[in-house]
Structures are given as structure tokens and as C-alpha cells.
């Protein structure tokens, strides 16, 4: 274990946003420093035990207790001492000052994980999942960080490490007798490990997409024609009636986002600012505006309105295929504003039933009232064949009303299963770019060994590519370090930490 030769000390919580603050202080003398500093009512902190709690009183400032760790068994695996005031600003500026007079220095953000890293009291991405627990707005990030942290994501990563290093001792070992031109390792044997490995590597690369998902939420779109109820929609699904705001004049609202959590999992509702432009802006700025936020989204929520002829549902329909079919986002089709059918009078049209019977349209107004979803769903095929638009599949639709709210439970289970979190099986997911972009050359390397393998390029160039790959999946969990990649990572944590 690595000795720090400072203490280092920061406020843990937020000030002045709650009841109580804590102070954290760290390193050899954190002990001596909360002597310094507090008058305890029992005894010195210098001897008390470990997982004790003191009380006590800093004078002319406040009341503290103070809890005290014993190296290893901390955070940071040093002597640490945690300091709890009341969450004023200015008394936890004078006991951080206090601390400083007396020896202590002010931490740098992520110091005190960063501490507990360097002392093996978690690897690095253990570290990483701290920050992402704390920042977890939903249970399923919520959930993967902390398997994170647990350290089951690390093993698996370990694990395969192990086996690519026992791969390349086998290289060396022939490296070390080139002379005599002998394999100590079958190539098949060789290639088997490989290919299992490199199968393992793309395996945790595909679960980003949900992983990073689940992390910052579920990028979800919701695009359709002007005046399909997109943004009664939104306010529908959002759970209150948000005033629709035109041109603010200065103000930019294209980075707007609103986010739900629904089954656990975060949603994000990306470029509401598209979606809540009044319907004239949208037409003089294009439909396309509405649809430029497809290409960040994974769940598309194409809107068709209900109260429009079948030939404008067909086109709107058409315009969102066009741009989602063939990409692996999932698209929810719904037929939006069905209330308005009810109004139809029962002896012209039992639309109370929503039997569908063709009945002779007599009222254009309520567009595509005499068709049944799946019949609705047909009638858009036949138009996409017609016009050579790839459909992607099946078409669904899902009968709603963002106005009355009907269909939206549905809708809502709809977004759950898409969302990804409710099939997840705790296995492990990658969340981290850091850990994408580490792994994505990992594989480049095993690629490269497998085709000089195949290719009897010499051992000693294979060999070097896997080093690369071992390097790199060592950088995720720490087992290769530089001072930068530390830089890099801690640098993100906020002070505290
Ligand atoms: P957007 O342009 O797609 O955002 O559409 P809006 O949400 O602004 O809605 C356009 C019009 O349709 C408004 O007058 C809404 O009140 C109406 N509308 C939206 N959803 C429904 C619905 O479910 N039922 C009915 N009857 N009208 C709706």
C-alpha cells in the first residue's frame, strides 16, 4: 500500500443545500487534526477506535460529531475522519480553513477515491462506478453501477485478461526458443482461445448501447406531422400540462429535454424544443426539423393523426419508415386523438365498441375512424409497397389519445420492454466510453493476432499485438495505469469524492 504523506480534507456534501455537511478528511495526521480542531467531550480522537462516533464542540463555531476510521478499513484505506456540522457555508468554510491552519490541505476533485484506488481498496472501474452511483437518477442505473461497484463487471474483465496473458506466455515461451523453431501451443488450441475471447469482447461492445442508456437515459424521439398531438403527447406522457412556449425572443431551446422514469428506467425526450414549436413555425421551418432528432434517439415515437385523411396517414407514416427503417431503433407507431371517434353519434357509428365495421365516411374529420389498427396497419403497407418504401417489418399501431390518455398505459409498457433495463439479466453491461473505446482496441489487436496467426506472421509480432490487447483491458480496471489516465479520470470527480 502507497503512504500519503498529507491529509487532505473537503466538504463531502453540498453546502447549503440541506440540514448537516460533512466534512472528510483523510491521510496520516486526520486524527491529530480533528484533535486540533475539536474540544471532545470523551477522550481524544488519537485513541479512540475505528467505526467510532464522537461528539464535541469546535468553539465559536458549531457542534460536530465525528466519525472515526482507522487504516485500512476506510474509504481511502488511511486514517480518515469525518467531520458532521450544520450545512452553513460559513461554518464549513472555517472548519475546512481551521483544518488548513493546522496542517491539512484542501483535496483535488476525485482525491479521496483516487486515494482509495492507489491504496487497493477498489480498481478503477470500481472508482468510475462510484461516481455513476452517486449520479443515479433511475433504479436501473442505479442497478448497474452498483454491479459495477460490487466488482462483478471487473472479475469478468479480469478473468478474460487472465486467459489472453496465459495465451501470451505460451507465445513467449516459443519467442524465448525461436531457434530451435519449436510451437509449444497448437494453433487451433491458440485460435479457439482467441476467437472465445474476441466473441466475448463484442459481446460487452453491443451491450453499450443499452448500458449507456440505461446510464443517461433512454434517448426517445417523438416525430410526426404537424398537429398529430405530438406535443399534447409529451405533456400527456410527462404527467402535466406544460404551457406550449412559442419564440422566446433570445432564448435557444434546442438542447430542451425532458426525462421520465418509468419501470425504472430514465427516459430522455430529445429536442422537445422541435416538438413544441406551434404549428406555424414547423411548417415555414419544415418538417424536417421534427425529424433531424430520429438519428440521436433508440425509441422513435412516430405519431399519426387519427383525425386525418388516410392518405395524409399513409405520407406522415411513410416519412418516418423512410428514416427508421433498416436502423436498429425501435419504432412505436401510434394512432393518436381515437377519442374523437366517440364523438361520432352511436347510431351513425358504434364508435364506443370500436367494432370498425366499414362504414361509408361521413365524416372526413375523423380520418381514419372506420379502420381498425391492424386494418389501419394494412392500408399503410400496401401504401409503402406501393410507393417502394421499405417498412422494416410488420407494422403495429397502437390506438391512443393524448387528450383523454387512453392507450397510454399501453404505451408506456410499450416504452418499458424497449427501453432494455426490464430484459436485462444483470449481466454485464459497459457504461463507460472510457471502457468502449479501451475495449474497441482490444479487439483491434485480437483481430490483428488471429489474422498473424492465420497468416504464420512471426510470434514475435503477434506476440506484440497482444500485449496491446492485454494493455488494454488492463486500463479499464487499473491494472495498467499512467498518471494522465488517473488525471483524466479523478479530474471529472467533483471535490469531495
Ligand atoms: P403537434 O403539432 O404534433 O405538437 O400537435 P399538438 O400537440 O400541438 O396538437 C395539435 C392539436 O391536436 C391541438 O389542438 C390538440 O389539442 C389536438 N390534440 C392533440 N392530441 C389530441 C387527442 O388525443 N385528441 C384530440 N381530440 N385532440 C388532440
Same mark, same amino acid.
Given at each position: 500500500?502507497?503512504?500519503?504523506?498529507?491529509?487532505? @480534507?473537503?466538504?463531502?456534501?453540498?453546502?447549503?443545500?440541506?440540514?448537516?455537511s460533512?466534512?472528510?478528511?483523510?491521510?496520516?495526521?486526520?486524527l491529530?487534526?480533528?484533535?486540533s480542531?475539536?474540544?471532545?467531550?470523551?477522550g481524544?480522537?488519537?485513541?479512540?477506535?475505528?467505526?467510532?462516533?464522537?461528539?464535541?464542540?469546535i468553539p465559536?463555531?458549531?457542534?460536530?460529531?465525528?466519525?472515526?476510521?482507522?487504516a485500512p478499513?476506510?474509504?481511502?484505506?488511511?486514517?480518515?475522519?469525518?467531520?458532521?456540522?450544520?450545512?452553513?457555508?460559513?461554518?464549513?468554510?472555517?472548519i475546512?480553513?481551521k483544518?488548513?491552519?493546522?496542517?491539512?490541505?484542501?483535496?483535488?476533485?476525485?482525491e479521496?477515491?483516487r486515494?482509495?484506488?492507489?491504496?487497493?481498496?477498489?480498481?478503477?472501474?470500481?472508482?468510475?462506478?462510484?461516481a455513476?452511483l452517486?449520479? $443515479?437518477?433511475?433504479?436501473?442505473?442505479?442497478?448497474?453501477a452498483?454491479n459495477?461497484? /460490487?466488482?462483478?463487471?471487473?472479475s469478468e474483465?479480469?478473468?478474460?485478461?487472465?486467459?489472453?496473458?496465459?495465451?501470451?506466455s505460451?507465445?513467449?515461451?516459443?519467442l524465448d526458443?525461436?531457434?530451435?523453431?519449436?510451437?509449444?501451443? $497448437?494453433?487451433?488450441?491458440?485460435? %479457439?482461445?482467441?476467437?472465445?475471447?474476441? +466473441?466475448?469482447?463484442?459481446k460487452?461492445?453491443?451491450?453499450? /448501447?443499452?448500458? %449507456?442508456?440505461?446510464r443517461?437515459?433512454?434517448?426517445?424521439?417523438?416525430?410526426?406531422?404537424?398537429?398529430?398531438?405530438?406535443?399534447?403527447? +409529451?405533456?400527456?406522457?410527462?404527467?402535466?400540462?406544460?404551457?406550449?412556449?412559442?419564440?422566446?425572443?433570445?432564448t435557444?431551446?434546442?438542447?430542451?429535454?425532458?426525462?421520465?422514469?418509468?419501470?425504472?428506467?430514465l427516459?430522455?425526450?430529445?429536442?422537445?424544443?422541435?416538438?413544441?414549436? $406551434?404549428?406555424?413555425?414547423?411548417?415555414?421551418?419544415g418538417i424536417?426539423?421534427?425529424?433531424?432528432c430520429?438519428?440521436?434517439?433508440?425509441?422513435?415515437?412516430?405519431?399519426l393523426?387519427? @383525425?386525418?385523411?388516410?392518405?395524409?396517414? @399513409?405520407?406522415?407514416?411513410?416519412?418516418? +419508415?423512410?428514416?427508421?427503417?433498416?436502423?436498429?431503433?425501435?419504432? +412505436?407507431l401510434?394512432?393518436?386523438?381515437v377519442?374523437?371517434?366517440?364523438?361520432?353519434?352511436?347510431?351513425?357509428?358504434?364508435?364506443?365498441?370500436?367494432?370498425? %365495421? @366499414?362504414?361509408?365516411?361521413k365524416y372526413?374529420?375523423f380520418?381514419?375512424?372506420?379502420? $381498425?389498427?391492424?386494418?389501419?396497419?394494412?392500408?399503410?403497407?400496401?401504401?409503402?409497397?406501393? /410507393?417502394?418504401?421499405?417498412?422494416?417489418?410488420?407494422?403495429?399501431?397502437?390506438?391512443?389519445?393524448?387528450?383523454?390518455?387512453?392507450?397510454?398505459?399501453?404505451?408506456?409498457?410499450?416504452?418499458?420492454?424497449?427501453?432494455?433495463?426490464?430484459?436485462?439479466n444483470?449481466?454485464?453491461?459497459?457504461?463507460?466510453?472510457?471502457?468502449?473505446?479501451?475495449?474497441?482496441r482490444?479487439?483491434?489487436?485480437l483481430?490483428?493476432?488471429?489474422?498473424?496467426l492465420?497468416?504464420k506472421?512471426?510470434?514475435?509480432?503477434?506476440?506484440?499485438?497482444?500485449?496491446?490487447a492485454?494493455?488494454?483491458?488492463?486500463?479499464?480496471?487499473?491494472?495498467?495505469?499512467t498518471?494522465?489516465?488517473?488525471g %483524466?479520470?479523478?479530474?471529472?470527480?467533483?471535490i469531495?469524492?
Amino acid at each position: 500500500m502507497k503512504h500519503f504523506d498529507d491529509t487532505i @480534507c473537503a466538504p463531502a456534501t453540498s453546502v447549503g443545500t440541506g440540514a448537516i455537511s460533512v466534512i472528510r478528511v483523510s491521510g496520516p495526521d486526520s486524527l491529530r487534526l480533528a484533535d486540533s480542531l475539536v474540544e471532545f467531550r470523551t477522550g481524544a480522537a488519537m485513541s479512540s477506535e475505528g467505526y467510532s462516533l464522537k461528539y464535541g464542540s469546535i468553539p465559536g463555531v458549531d457542534d460536530v460529531l465525528v466519525s472515526i476510521f482507522r487504516a485500512p478499513h476506510s474509504y481511502t484505506g488511511e486514517d480518515s475522519v469525518e467531520i458532521s456540522c450544520h450545512a452553513s457555508p460559513y461554518i464549513v468554510q472555517t472548519i475546512l480553513q481551521k483544518l488548513v491552519s493546522a496542517g491539512g490541505r484542501m483535496a483535488e476533485p476525485g482525491e479521496f477515491t483516487r486515494r482509495a484506488f492507489v491504496n487497493g481498496k477498489m480498481d478503477l472501474s470500481q472508482a468510475e462506478a462510484v461516481a455513476d452511483l452517486i449520479s $443515479s437518477g433511475s433504479e436501473a442505473a442505479h442497478a448497474v453501477a452498483l454491479n459495477q461497484l /460490487k466488482g462483478g463487471y471487473s472479475s469478468e474483465l479480469k478473468a478474460l485478461r487472465g486467459q489472453l496473458l496465459d495465451l501470451a506466455s505460451l507465445l513467449e515461451l516459443e519467442l524465448d526458443f525461436s531457434e530451435e523453431d519449436v510451437e509449444f501451443a $497448437s494453433r487451433a488450441q491458440l485460435q %479457439n482461445l482467441l476467437d472465445s475471447a474476441v +466473441l466475448h469482447i463484442e459481446k460487452l461492445l453491443g451491450s453499450f /448501447k443499452v448500458g %449507456n442508456a440505461i446510464r443517461s437515459g433512454v434517448p426517445v424521439a417523438i416525430v410526426g406531422a404537424v398537429n398529430a398531438g405530438k406535443s399534447t403527447l +409529451l405533456n400527456a406522457l410527462l404527467g402535466e400540462d406544460r404551457a406550449i412556449v412559442s419564440d422566446v425572443p433570445g432564448t435557444t431551446r434546442d438542447t430542451v429535454e425532458e426525462t421520465l422514469t418509468l419501470g425504472g428506467t430514465l427516459f430522455r425526450f430529445i429536442d422537445t424544443a422541435g416538438i413544441r414549436e $406551434s404549428g406555424d413555425a414547423v411548417e415555414k421551418i419544415g418538417i424536417e426539423r421534427s425529424f433531424r432528432c430520429i438519428d440521436k434517439a433508440q425509441i422513435i415515437l412516430g405519431v399519426l393523426d387519427g @383525425c386525418a385523411p388516410l392518405e395524409e396517414v @399513409c405520407k406522415s407514416c411513410s416519412e418516418i +419508415l423512410g428514416r427508421v427503417a433498416g436502423t436498429d431503433k425501435k419504432l +412505436l407507431l401510434l394512432r393518436n386523438k381515437v377519442d374523437s371517434y366517440d364523438a361520432i353519434a352511436p347510431e351513425e357509428f358504434p364508435a364506443v365498441d370500436r367494432s370498425y %365495421n @366499414c362504414f361509408e365516411l361521413k365524416y372526413p374529420a375523423f380520418g381514419t375512424y372506420n379502420l $381498425s389498427p391492424v386494418q389501419l396497419a394494412e392500408k399503410i403497407s400496401d401504401y409503402l409497397k406501393r /410507393k417502394g418504401v421499405p417498412a422494416g417489418g410488420e407494422l403495429q399501431i397502437l390506438d391512443i389519445s393524448a387528450r383523454t390518455g387512453e392507450g397510454l398505459d399501453a404505451l408506456r409498457s410499450k416504452l418499458i420492454a424497449a427501453g432494455g433495463f426490464a430484459d436485462w439479466n444483470g449481466a454485464t453491461l459497459v457504461t463507460n466510453l472510457r471502457h468502449y473505446e479501451a475495449l474497441e482496441r482490444a479487439l483491434d489487436s485480437l483481430r490483428r493476432v488471429s489474422l498473424g496467426l492465420d497468416r504464420k506472421t512471426p510470434v514475435d509480432l503477434v506476440a506484440q499485438d497482444l500485449r496491446e490487447a492485454i494493455y488494454e483491458l488492463g486500463t479499464i480496471f487499473g491494472a495498467v495505469t499512467t498518471d494522465e489516465l488517473l488525471g %483524466n479520470i479523478f479530474g471529472r470527480f467533483c471535490i469531495g469524492k
